[in-house]
């Protein structure tokens, strides 16, 4: 009797174990988020410069980015995955993240000039996620849309 509760102790221990300490690194290791970009409304018209680049961020739940996808002269729609080479922040990253577009012709992230498109997902999604579709609508020179 003794024998079979060390065991069952044993084997709880190891569940917590690979819990606390195995399942983030499964998590960085299986992380792909991935789905398509669309140009909204107005965006639509728009003629795309040459040298155009698209920031897909995902951020963990607390609002901090983790992955940064950068795409050259993207043709939409354009589609898009996240993977663990992506990760900026490997050890920040949630089991939900939350998804936001940029598009430029400048390459400076997070700077918004005339031009420039935004679009985010509203709601966070799984990180095993691949059916994700963000529209981007023009931004002002604030960064709101």
């Known amino acids: 009797m003794l024998k079979k509760l060390l065991w069952i102790l ?5 569940g917590l174990a690979f819990w606390r300490f ?3 690194a499964s998590l960085r290791y299986f992380f792909k988020v991935g789905g398509t970009v669309k ?8 003629k795309l410069p040459a040298n155009s ?28 995955e996240i993977s663990p080479s992506n990760l900026i922040m490997p050890d920040l990253l949630t089991r ?19 031009g420039d498109l935004k679009g985010e997902y509203k709601d966070p999604v799984a990180v095993f996620r691949k059916d994700i579709v963000i529209q981007l609508e023009q931004a002002s020179a604030h960064g709101q849309i």
């Not at 577009?101 to 918004?112: E, I, P, Q, S, V």
Request: charged share 15%; glycine share 12%.
């Open 53 to 80: 680049m698209l920031f897909v961020i995902a951020k963990n739940e607390s609002g901090i980015p983790i992955a940064v996808k950068k795409i050259i002269n993207p043709y939409f729609p354009v589609n898009f």
């Open 22 to 24: 195995g399942y983030p």
């Open 10 to 14: 044993l084997a709880v221990t190891a």
């Open 39 to 46: 140009l909204g409304g107005g965006a639509a018209q728009l």
């Open 96 to 114: 939900r993240v939350y998804l936001e577009a940029f598009m430029n012709t400048h390459g400076h992230l997070g700077a918004f000039r005339k």
